[in-house]
């Protein structure tokens, strides 16, 4: 059945905003018909306002907004958003193949557009113990699904740079089916950045600064911007002051006038917005909407900003949305203005599922078996025991930054008691350790400084990307009632501080990751956690996020994952306990 929209649209293709006809059939644009006028308020409009190509975050992972793919759906469409590629390694982690699919089922039960990238690094290292392993054979399969549109980040860069045939394999089965590679490569810079992207790698998300941006620009590379829950790198890529810089130095912005400079500059110079990763709380307030409106307020062309949401992800993942252009989905956002950018309408395949405040569908709930195999935790297993009886020893220290995925690592001298290496709360280096959820009932145990807690223990069996339990600490028997409530409930996030009476748990019974609860109840879920550990010390803005990336092996600089202290930077185990002779 045909409808028409008549609208003041936004198109994104040539850079234009006109009144316009929009003709829509089973769910995609038909005809696209401007209206000719001198006067637009002559133009009788359906409603007041802008009309957008509906919003695509390009890189994602549902689960760290702990809401199933459905409930993810009610949460960010009415911020504008009305799709997604979504990177499934944090399920695959857990459950394989098995748990993509979970994924792409559940998606399919309210309107939204969900694309997927095939998982390229699960376990993301060998280093570590997950729930499954997606080889090369098994990744080739997944490509050739229907919604998977891309090789999912390919954080094994150590194995792009020494030739790794499983690597190598996966990545040209994603070439001979005409699907982009993304990237994963923080830091990385010179040959062996060249050699990475030669490999055939198209995007990256992980730069930091805008010179490590640029440098992958120039080199061809697709740079996503993101702005996450943890890592927060919008400002210092896109601030103004680096892309004047920039511009002022390249032949094309020195021979321009000063207010042809002046336009130039309004460019923003990389691809694409991302969230990487979204709290519930953060997904509550907002998704690419504040991040479109943000660029929008730094001086950027409204077009040029919202293009990184909708046509150059579209164009460059080859998806049938990002524009309001015949025979493009019908995904569109309704506005108020470029300058407030309130979103009033989102429509999906032509139909209206937010309206003002209102979202227009149910999320179903969903099921999954229980994924946790492990023995019930004693205060002992958190211990730190060496040989000598009492004294000081010199530890390896995982330091932390607030907003930040890149640890550094400190040697901070500890005390020695009964052959235990003592915490120090009042300097600020407590307990961390990482408890192995799949069988082998292990705990990898060191030390952490950021948190500043100040009692108790907090615990989460999101741990990207093996999803095994990390827990940190003041004391050992606050961290083993922890990791123990979280075995209890199937999964979860955690806090216990017992001398203060405190055992609070926000339940994620879907794989030790997600759960069937709405965004509001999640969101308040997790603000109670975060506001008792701000209590307890703590001023991160989102500490179980930021303690969940500890056991992410692929990321600078000092890692524990279920098998022991890991240096990233060298890919390999190190000592916890620093060896005085060297």
Known sequence: ??????????????????????????????????????DPTDVDLDF????????????????????TPANFAKACIRHGTTSVIADDHEIANVLGVKGINFMIENGY????????????????????????????????????????????????????????????????????LNKPVDGHAPLLSGED????????????????????????KKLGMKVMVREG??????????????????????????????????????????????????????????????????????????IEAIKMVTINPAKHYNLDVGSISIGKRANFVLIDNFK????????????????????????????????????????????????????TVKARVIKVLDGSLITDQTIKELDVKDHVVQENVDRDILKIAVVNRYGQDTVANGFVKGFNINDGAFASSVAHDSHNIVVVGTNTRDMAKAVNLIRENQGGLAVVAQKKDIKEILELPLAGLMCNDNVETVSLKLQNLQNILKVLGCEFKAPFMTMSFLALLVLPSLKLSDKGLFDSNNFEFVDLIVDEDN
């Open 1 to 38: 059945m045909e409808k028409v929209i008549v609208a003041n649209m936004v198109d994104v293709e040539f850079n234009d905003m006109y009144p316009a006809e929009i003709y829509i059939e089973d769910g995609y644009i038909k005809d696209v018909i401007p209206i000719v006028t001198s």
């Open 48 to 67: 007041e306002g802008i009309l957008l190509p509906g919003f695509i975050d390009s890189h994602i992972h549902i689960e760290s907004s702990m809401l």
């Open 109 to 176: 039960t309210v309107p939204f557009d969900f694309f997927y990238a095939a998982p390229s690094c699960v376990p993301a290292t060998n280093f570590e113990t997950s729930g499954a392993i997606l080889d090369s054979e098994i990744v080739k399969m997944v490509l050739r699904f229907d919604d998977v549109v891309s090789l999912g980040e390919m954080m094994n860069f150590p194995g792009v740079l020494a030739g790794d045939e499983e690597v190598f394999k996966k990545i040209e089965y994603a070439k001979k």
């Open 193 to 216: 950045l060249k050699t990475y992207i030669g490999a055939g790698i198209s995007t990256d998300h992980e730069s930091s600064s805008f010179d490590e941006a640029i440098e992958k």
């Open 229 to 302: 829950s943890s890592a927060k790198n919008f400002d210092d890529i896109l601030n103004l002051n680096d892309r004047k810089i920039f511009w002022a130095n390249t032949e094309e912005g020195s021979n321009l006038s000063h207010s042809d400079f002046n336009i130039l500059i309004k460019n923003p110079i990389f691809d694409f917005l991302v969230s990487d990763d979204k709290n519930p709380v953060d997904l509550e307030k907002g998704h690419l909407n504040l991040l479109v409106k943000r660029l929008i307020d730094l001086d950027v062309f409204p």
């Open 340 to 391: 407030n950018f309130n979103v009033l309408k989102t429509f999906v395949g032509g139909e209206c599922v937010y309206d003002n405040g209102h979202v227009l569908f149910n999320a179903p709930p969903a099921k999954l078996e229980d994924t946790f195999r492990l023995s019930e935790k004693s205060p002992e297993d958190f211990d730190v025991k060496v040989e000598l009886e009492e004294g």
